[in-house]
């Protein structure tokens, strides 16, 4: 899987990532226990930022490596380390709820990260 997200911030100051086809309760696609201090990184805390994400590798993106599988706890998903933000340590600890295995099928054990610059975004 590899595909380009869109993550906004509300007025609430809290980030959730846009899932059209998702028809569950909005509630689920927040972002939070770390996702969200890294999503106020890598927007350079701005209110939206588009991240490609794949479970195949990139050439040149940061990894996410899952460190704690939660699958079969009540929370779900996983805890991640991701290890560098453009190429530099970073090492920012977050948990991807189950959500993570709806898109992608499964828990990646990494997750490859690139940030695509969209016309209304500069880098």
Sequence with gaps: MNRTFRFYKTEEQKWFVDLPEWTKSVVDLEMVEGADTMLDKVSGNKNECYLKMSDEPIKGA???????????????GGDYIMETYKGK?????????????????????????????KSDQKD
Excluded at 62 to 76: A, E, F, I, W
Excluded at 96 to 117: H, N, Q
Aim: net charge negative.
């Design 62 to 76: 940061d990894r996410m490596k899952l460190v704690k599988d939660r699958t079969n706890c009540q929370l779900g």
């Design 89 to 117: 340590a970073f090492n920012h600890k977050l948990w991807l709820c189950s959500v993570t295995e709806s898109v992608f099928g499964d828990l990646p054990e990494v997750i490859y990260v690139d940030y695509p610059v």
